[in-house]
């Protein structure tokens, strides 16, 4: 069974909110739209987003670090804001597993919303019906686009190409890939919801210096009759036993 | 939770329905006040009829609820599944039961205890529904537990009988006011006693999510400095009341004192002085206080969403 | 309830409507990435990345993608405006005017300057790329007093590195992080590049490179480095020199690099009695290689233990030692100096002014030399250098750098620069795989051949410039100055003041033409710059001036800037000061193009130029400010425009640009692709007709690839050279040596001690000049810093770019606007607490020039000793056709309003740029400031406020509440 989802790269991620305005713009002219800005030119604008960057420090300083979070949709497996629509609005495919809001049965209740405990439901204010990422099912899905397109609009807009797509539960895709790994984890695994969307931790490289690189026989300063004016401060190789 | 109106509207009204319907079909089956199936009828009929109001009034603030109340019909399509579907099945049927039950004793039909029987299963089959649409959201935990449907079922029992006091106080069943006002006394504290129990439960609960597995960073020190948008959406209006700590405080305390002890005092001064005033000001202060617990249930509650939701910057 | 039908997600949205695509250039930003435009019944419904394109290769950033919102703002000029009688600037009364009627104001007006006095006419251009054609529409015009925004933006990061390696980052060269192993990002937020940044640090970093940061705040790209070192601000200089110290003094550079690429082996003359002291010794037989940068100079050859012409075969300078010419001067090469500058300048040095630990700064050192050394990248491809030494490979250190503002922005900022470019050729990675690399046009001569004119006689009545307002001075006889020595240009760009202000000084214009000094002007025409807010320092005094009228005297009442001229897209804080606005069009509505007579959009690999192709029809009257430009060039009679019988020579802009050529037959134009008559030709050739066309067909973008063994070493690459001269990118094919010494910085210390003959500094500015024309890097406070009580202001303040806000120019766009709706000053919790002030609580930020109330928010990613907000986020109320409540203006700030436009000289009173004592770039970063709570009770309104500025005829007056873009359906649903 094929579970479509996103794999979006923490370590890489610049939370430049690419994959935010480019889903507005494919969405909000598209099958999920139109979606509604409420003040759009005057005090407290906002307005329906399928997807947002979030940005948190972790640490203190000097040891911050700034994370930046871009949530949408998780597409759940176990999608609990689908079992308590009451009209059957919310569903999740069987094809590829995503899960959509039919916009002419959504009586525009909000239960789904309680159901969610991620946030990623939007209601409309002026359709008045639940929105949500549709994992840009009108691309990934539309045969006359090229192959290589049909991939939902944030991750082909994504400068820093964060955001990997495809299916889950195949183990060749990229996304099963990168997730095993790199050590792609769930949100609120506490829930049992089973995102299918996953993050990629933060890595960090680092370079050991050894003390003996610092002095070499081919030191460039020998050739101008001098010597490096080295000091011994770490430990070397030698120093460790194995 | 930002409380909705129409939500805390619909909740209370059909709750004290409920209440009052199951005290009048309590009173037909069990001989309260030794009265007559002839005296009854008029009584039942028409106090059916407020109950049917109440119903009726909180079927109308539901629709405020919705996004497209046109399409409400839709609603009950997914009854396996959702909670809220089968409340929307419920009410109706229970309306239904109601309007029989009510037309029955009315106009004599005869009858009565079997539709009533049924009505009750409905009655029964609504307050589960209703209080399972919250308690069966396992994210929210301040209402994720069996205290919420008792709640439910007991405040809608009590706010029913003191209604159903003071219809008998007001229709002249004054036989019936002593029993109503015991039995209401009885569900005002025996409410008393488990919502108290969901305040304490609330008290101590801890999160089960926290903003470590909510980004899936494993830091003690993490600080959103941004939600991403700064003019609020739905995820801050929805799931934030807004209201300071001092406020939220204020409203337990009034709903604390509106819904039990007052009320317990009212009925006692009621029934003594049988006074019809006395009771109707009992119901009000009661419902009243309903409305503040159930604004104070909402507003309790803590969306682990919230947790995405912080800051502005 | 909702009548508009709604769509299942899967069902097709308007199933008959006509759609179509087309590829243009983006202009959201500078960084100029292709893009495809799909319409949907002729309104714009989608744009995406062109993944056929060089640049972004698909991708798009988040500025991008709200193209449609930019189209369809509320905020858009469609008429052109003049102010209405008897209002006053500022106030944005205007009423409605023909183009016919606007041209003929400007011809009449324009005619008469160029035949009196040229210089009275200014064009300064903000965050435009078509310096190509304004530069030439002022050399023609023949006045001097045209700059675009490089004086407040970056110009000290081109000069720095320009006068020392002959390219620099900014739009001129890159890291090659495609092969680079360590990669150290300096003082940079988001710039130009950012598209083909984000995409290579993600592929380096996913590759196990290794990304350092060095900023006072972790914002922007440095998220997601590997290690933030923070530094307090204005102090880089000081860790390049201890960097260079330790790299020294391990001996951790790359000799062979240094010894025939750099003029660290050159010999300098040391007789303190000579007046040649600090130039170069030059040896009269030697081939001088190119006569107008004579580079007879001596090597002292270690072998041979004497001096010999550099670059002899078979020999090998000595870097380091003392060494007396046969003649008996004392000579030492160019590295020893170095050695000796920096011998001091110790880890623990650097630790007490950057406040990075000693260890960090050594740790650091230790891992660029190590990383360049032992991790070299060994390219199969042969080349020949200049000096015809053949190649077998291409060598590469894998150590990348970048930086910005966070270096430029700063009065220290050009010998900052400086040193980093000696680091970095230090450690051997100038235009080498997995290092630095050029872009072309670069590298250019050290400097690059264009000087500015000579003095006030280049200035001539219905004459043209002889050559650019601007360029690359290189002794102090090429400064722009009269026989005092005082400037000619409004500027005082090219003065002694800021004598390599290769970009000019934009930010000191409205001041000076204010003051009259160094003498009043007639007409303003500013493009594209919102000089009125963010590209103004001091911006609540700037907008008096603006404003300002003469009190006594046969001009009492008349405005001291006469006569204020705007172009712009939208009703900014700008427009409202203008007399006469001009509409232009948005990007999506012109013919533009991306020149590689200004800046191109080149790759590593080869020259690229691009254009812009209309895909929607103009609003309004909106009207191209290139099509202004070429039709007042011909109304103007310019020569260039112009048929010798006076007829125009171009129909219009598009007919221009085919036709243009550099010089008569010179077959060099404005685009470089598909040249020569039927397009066959590329780089030179003739006009070809059908330029645009091929233009069009090609994704709007040529690219040139040069072949490998032309792409590295360019500096000193024969065969490149040769190539760059014949398509005439060089003018010469002599190398560009690096610059490890600054001779040409020498000349001027030399000129200011009175040693040389020629142009003198006026006595006022002789100790200036003599102490920051240094030839060796060196580290100086800032001077704002110098001129401050820092015990009273012991802040530094200084903003970031956001990555979805582009400058002030995005607050109209309405979903860009949800992400930065108002801005905070971000404050370490620590320093925000010692003044008792909360996160999220009211405070003011002050300066010794202006204090700003704003809202405070905590931050552990800045230093304690800094505070910063965003660019550019706080607006005037009611510009940009925002409600007068919008929370830009009420709750967003700008910090310009804390930062002069000048500073006391010396103890005279007089006054002198706030900048970079040498180029003249904006010291926007200098600014100490204190933070304090705000009172009880005071509003919670940001501070300063100004009156609200209603929507100009034209626009767009009724606001609406919501709005739900659904392309096809008409711009609103
Ligand atoms: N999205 C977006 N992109 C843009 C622009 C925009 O407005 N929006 N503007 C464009 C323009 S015109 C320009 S010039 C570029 C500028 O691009 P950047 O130079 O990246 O932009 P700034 O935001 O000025 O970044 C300066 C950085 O330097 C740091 N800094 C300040 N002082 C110091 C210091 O003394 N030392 C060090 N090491 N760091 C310091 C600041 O903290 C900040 O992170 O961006 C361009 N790109
Ligand atoms: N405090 C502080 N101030 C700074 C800086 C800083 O770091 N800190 N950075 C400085 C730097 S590096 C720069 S480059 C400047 C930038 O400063 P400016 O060049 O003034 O940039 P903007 O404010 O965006 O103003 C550009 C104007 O161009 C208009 N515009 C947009 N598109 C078009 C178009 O297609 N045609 C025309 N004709 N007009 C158009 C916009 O409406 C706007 O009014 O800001 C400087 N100011
Ligand atoms: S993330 Fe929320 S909306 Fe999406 S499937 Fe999971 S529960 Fe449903
Ligand atoms: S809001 Fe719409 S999608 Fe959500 S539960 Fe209600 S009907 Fe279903
Ligand atoms: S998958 Fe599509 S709908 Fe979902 S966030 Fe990305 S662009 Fe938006
Ligand atoms: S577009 Fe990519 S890099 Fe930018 S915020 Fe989204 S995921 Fe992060
Ligand atoms: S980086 Fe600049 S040019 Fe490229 S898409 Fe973004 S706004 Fe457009
Ligand atoms: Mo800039």
Redesign the pocket.
């Known amino acids: 069974m094929t579970q479509l989802a996103?794999v979006i790269d923490l370590n890489v991620c610049v939370g430049c909110h690419a994959?935010v305005t480019?889903?507005k713009q494919?969405?909000t002219s598209g099958t999920?739209g139109s979606l509604t800005d409420l003040n759009p030119y005057g005090a407290d604008p906002n307005g329906t987003f399928?997807?947002r960057v979030q940005t948190f420090e972790v640490g203190e300083f000097p040891n911050t670090q700034t994370v930046h979070f871009p949530k949408?949709?998780l597409h759940c497996e176990d999608p609990p804001c689908v079992p308590v629509c009451p009209t059957g609005a919310s569903y999740k495919r069987a094809e590829d597993g995503i899960v959509l809001v039919d916009y002419d049965k959504c009586i525009g209740c909000k239960y789904c919303t309680w159901a969610c405990p991620y946030g990623a439901r939007e209601f409309d204010e002026e359709r008045k019906v639940m929105t949500k990422?549709?994992?840009?099912v009108d691309?990934v899905t539309d045969t006359k686009l090229p192959e290589p397109e049909r991939k939902?609009?944030?991750?082909l807009a994504c400068p820093a190409n964060a955001?990997l797509?495809g299916d889950v539960h195949d183990p060749e895709s990229v996304v099963s890939k990168a997730i095993a790994e790199r050590g792609g984890y769930q949100l609120m695994p506490e829930w049992g919801t089973r995102p299918s969307n996953h993050y990629l931790p933060r890595r960090k490289t680092e370079m050991r210096i050894h003390p003996e690189d610092l002095k070499r026989v081919d030191n460039p300063l020998k050739l101008d009759g001098k010597q490096p004016e080295y000091a011994h401060r770490e430990p070397g190789r030698e120093d460790f036993a194995t | 939770m930002q409380p909705a109106f129409s939500v805390i509207f619909l909740t209370t009204l059909i709750g004290a329905a409920q209440g009052l319907f199951l005290t009048l079909y309590a009173t037909e089956i069990s001989g309260w006040g030794a009265l007559s199936a002839a005296e009854l009828q008029p009584f039942l009929a028409k106090a059916t009829l407020v109950a049917l109001l109440f119903t009726g009034l909180g079927l109308l603030a539901s629709f405020f609820h919705l996004g497209h109340p046109e399409r409400a019909w839709r609603s009950a399509a997914m009854w396996r599944t959702s909670w809220l579907s089968r409340e929307v099945i419920a009410l109706p049927l229970f309306m239904a039961g109601l309007t029989v039950y009510g037309a029955a004793h009315g106009l004599g039909l005869g009858a009565t205890r079997w539709i009533g029987a049924v009505t009750v299963l409905l009655c029964l089959g609504l307050f589960v529904a209703t209080g399972m649409i919250y308690a069966s959201i396992r994210f929210l935990q301040e209402w994720a537990s069996p205290l919420t449907l008792v709640n439910y079922i007991l405040l809608g029992c009590a706010s029913g009988l003191t209604l159903a006091t003071l219809l008998a106080a007001g229709l002249g069943m004054s036989m019936l006011v002593t029993p109503y006002a015991l039995a209401a006394a009885v569900c005002t504290a025996l409410a008393w006693v488990t919502r108290s129990a969901s305040l304490l439960r609330n008290a101590r609960l801890k999160p089960k999510s926290t903003l470590q597995s909510a980004i899936g960073i494993k830091h003690p020190r993490i600080v959103q400095k941004s939600q991403g948008f700064m003019g609020g959406s739905f995820n801050t209006r929805e799931f934030f009341h807004g209201r300071t700590a001092q406020m939220l405080r204020s409203v337990k305390w009034a709903f604390l004192l509106m819904v039990f002890p007052l009320p317990l005092l009212g009925l006692a001064m009621g029934v003594s002085a049988a006074s019809t005033v006395l009771l109707i000001m009992t119901f009000v202060i009661q419902y009243m206080g309903l409305l503040a617990e159930r604004w104070f249930f909402f507003a309790q509650a803590n969306h682990p969403q919230n947790l995405y939701y912080q800051t502005i910057s | 309830m909702s009548a508009t039908p709604i769509h299942d997600p899967l069902s097709p949205p308007l199933a008959d409507a006509t759609v179509e695509t087309r590829t243009t250039t983006c202009y959201m930003c500078a960084c100029r990435c292709g893009i495809r435009v799909h319409l949907r019944n002729g309104e714009v419904r989608y744009i995406e990345g062109n993944p056929d394109h060089p640049l972004n290769q698909g991708v798009i950033c988040a500025k991008g993608s709200s193209g449609i919102m930019k189209q369809y703002s509320p905020a858009r000029l469609t008429k052109p405006l003049l102010r209405k009688p008897g209002s006053e600037r500022g106030d944005g009364q205007f009423e409605e005017i023909e183009w016919d009627a606007a041209f003929a104001m400007l011809e009449e007006r324009l005619k008469h300057l160029r035949a009196t006095d040229p210089k009275k006419f200014a064009l300064f251009t903000g965050r435009d790329q078509m310096q190509a054609l304004t530069g030439l529409f002022a050399r023609q015009f023949g006045t001097p007093n045209y700059a675009a925004h490089g004086g407040f933006c970056s110009v000290n990061m081109a000069a720095g590195m320009i006068y020392t390696i002959g390219g620099s980052f900014w739009e001129f060269g890159g890291p090659d992080l495609e092969r680079a192993k360590l990669f150290v990002m300096i003082g940079t937020a988001e710039d130009h590049h950012s598209n083909p940044m984000k995409r290579e640090l993600s592929k380096f970093k996913r590759g196990g490179g290794r990304f350092v940061s060095i900023n006072p705040v972790r914002t922007g790209y440095s998220a997601i480095a590997d290690e933030w070192i923070p530094i307090k601000p204005g102090t880089d200089g000081a860790l390049f020199l201890a960097l260079i110290h330790e790299l020294i003094k391990l001996g951790l550079y790359d000799r062979e690099f240094l010894a025939r690429y750099t003029n660290a082996g050159q010999l300098v003359n040391q007789d303190c009695s000579s007046d040649e002291f600090g130039m170069f010794l030059r040896k009269p037989d030697s081939d001088i290689a190119n006569p107008l940068r004579p580079a007879n100079f001596h090597w002292w050859d270690r072998h041979t233990d004497q001096a010999v012409a550099d670059h002899a075969e078979g020999a090998d300078p000595a870097l380091l030692g003392h060494f007396k010419m046969p003649d008996g001067t004392a000579a030492v090469p160019a590295f020893q100096l170095l050695e000796e500058r920096v011998k001091p300048y110790t880890p623990e040095w650097a630790e007490d002014i950057t406040g990075i630990p000693a260890d960090t700064i050594r740790r650091l050192a230790h891992e660029m030399g190590i990383t360049a050394r032992d991790q070299k990248i060994e390219l199969p491809i042969a080349w020949t250098d200049c000096w015809g030494k053949r190649h077998q490979t291409v060598t590469g250190n894998p150590v990348a750098f970048h930086a910005m503002r966070g270096l430029a922005a700063h009065s220290n900022g050009f010998q900052t620069i400086r040193s980093l470019s000696i680091l970095m050729s230090l450690l051997g990675t100038i235009d080498r795989p997995g290092g630095f690399r050029h872009k072309a046009p670069y590298p250019r001569a050290v400097p690059p051949n264009a000087r500015p004119p000579k003095g006030p006689q280049a200035v001539k009545p219905n004459t043209p410039l002889d050559g650019a307002p601007l360029g690359w001075p290189e002794s102090p006889d090429d400064l722009f100055v009269d026989d005092q020595g005082q400037p000619v240009r409004i500027d005082k760009g090219f003065s002694w003041e800021h004598p390599l202000s290769a970009h000019g000084l934009m930010q000191n214009v409205i001041t000076n033409a204010w003051r009259g000094d160094p003498y009043p002007i007639d007409t303003l025409l500013i493009f594209m710059a919102n000089m009125a807010w963010n590209s103004t320092m001091n911006t609540s005094e700037v907008r008096h001036m603006l404003n300002d009228k003469h009190v006594d005297g046969d001009k009492a009442g008349e405005y001291k800037i006469p006569f204020l001229v705007v172009c712009d897209a939208f009703q900014s804080e700008m427009t409202a000061f203008a007399d006469l606005i001009l509409p232009d069009t948005t990007y999506l509505e012109r013919h533009d193009t991306m020149s590689m007579l200004d800046r191109p959009i080149s790759e590593f690999d080869g020259p690229v130029d691009s254009v812009r192709i209309p895909v929607v029809a103009p609003k309004g009257q909106c009207k191209p400010f290139q099509e202004v430009v070429v039709e007042l060039a011909s109304r103007l009679k310019l020569p260039a425009f112009t048929h010798p019988d006076g007829t125009r020579k171009f129909k219009g802009y598009t007919d221009f640009i085919v036709n243009y050529e550099t010089a008569p037959g010179s077959g060099i134009g404005f685009l470089a692709g598909w040249r020569g008559k039927g397009g066959e030709k590329s780089m030179r050739g003739e006009p070809n007709p059908k330029q645009w066309e091929m233009y069009e067909k090609n994704n709007c973008v040529f690219h040139y690839h040069i072949p490998p063994e032309h792409q590295y070493m360019r500096n000193w690459n024969l065969g490149y050279m040769e190539w760059a001269q014949k398509v005439g990118i060089r003018r010469d094919k002599d190398p560009v040596i690096i610059h490890i010494y600054s001779e040409f910085l020498q000349g001027f210390r030399r000129a200011a001690q009175g040693k040389r003959v020629g142009k003198q500094p006026p006595d006022n500015l002789r100790k200036r000049v003599e102490t920051y024309f240094d030839p060796l890097p060196f580290h100086y406070a800032p001077l704002e810093e110098q001129a401050t009580d820092i015990a009273k202001y012991p802040l530094n303040a200084i903003t970031q770019r956001p990555m979805a806000m582009y400058h002030s120019w995005d607050s109209q766009n309405a979903w860009l606007r949800q992400i930065h709706t108002h801005n905070y000053l971000m404050v370490n919790p620590k320093t925000a607490q010692a003044q008792g002030i909360a996160d999220g609580g009211w405070m003011w930020v002050e300066s010794q020039w202006g204090k700003v109330r704003c809202m405070c928010r905590y931050s552990e990613a800045v230093e304690p000793g800094t505070v910063w907000t965003w660019n550019a986020i706080g607006k005037s109320s009611g510009a940009w056709n925002l409600t007068p409540d919008a929370n830009e203006s009420q709750r967003g700030f700008l910090l310009n309003h804390l930062i002069s436009e000048e500073l006391p000289l010396n103890s005279s009173g007089a006054k002198v740029s706030n900048s970079d004592p040498i180029t003249g770039q904006a010291a926007w970063y200098d600014v100490r400031v204190r933070i304090y709570k705000a009172a009880e009770g005071e509003p919670e309104q940001t501070f300063p406020q100004f009156k609200t500025v209603s929507a100009a005829p034209g626009m767009q007056q009724m606001l609406p509440r919501w709005q739900a873009y659904f392309a096809g359906k008409g711009a609103k649903k």
């Open positions: 996103l994959c480019s889903c494919w969405n999920a399928f997807n949408s949709c990422c549709t994992l840009c691309r939902p609009s944030c991750v955001r797509f």
